[in-house]
């Protein structure tokens, strides 16, 4: 079982930044899809962005244009950085992995993951 370990949540003002951060402690396998999700009191978690050894990288249409993800496969880490965060922007964040290649809007379909991190938590507010 892979474990995955998010850090960088924290509170900021709306119009703010932060940089999330998920370690894994296993990238044995190139076949390997990455997500971020997000989950705000009430709501559903919702998948947030997501990238694949090939290259490929989704973003979720609320986010677009202010948030982007990014990894470093010498390191075992990947990146969700947001921009211009807004009060719609708070919640947990968690990351999750799978061994098995996604593609297009699968990337961001939440039961295709396996394993998944214990969350950060992102707070906007004035």
């Known amino acids: 079982q892979v474990s995955l370990e998010e850090s960088g949540g924290g509170s900021v003002q709306p119009g703010g930044s932060l940089k999330l951060s998920c370690r894994s402690s296993r990238y044995t396998h190139n076949a390997v899809s990455r997500a971020w999700f997000r989950q705000s009191a009430g709501n559903e978690r919702e998948g947030v962005a997501a990238?694949?050894?090939?290259?490929?990288?989704v973003i979720a249409r609320s986010v677009k244009g202010r948030f982007s993800i990014s990894q470093d496969k010498r390191t075992n880490t990947m990146f969700l950085q947001m921009d211009n965060l807004g009060p719609e922007d708070a919640g947990m964040y968690y990351c999750a992995s799978t061994p098995r290649i996604q593609l297009g809007s699968d990337l961001l379909r939440e039961s295709l993951y396996e394993d998944w991190g214990q969350g950060t938590q992102v707070t906007v507010s004035s």
């Open positions: 990238l694949n050894s090939l290259g490929n990288t």
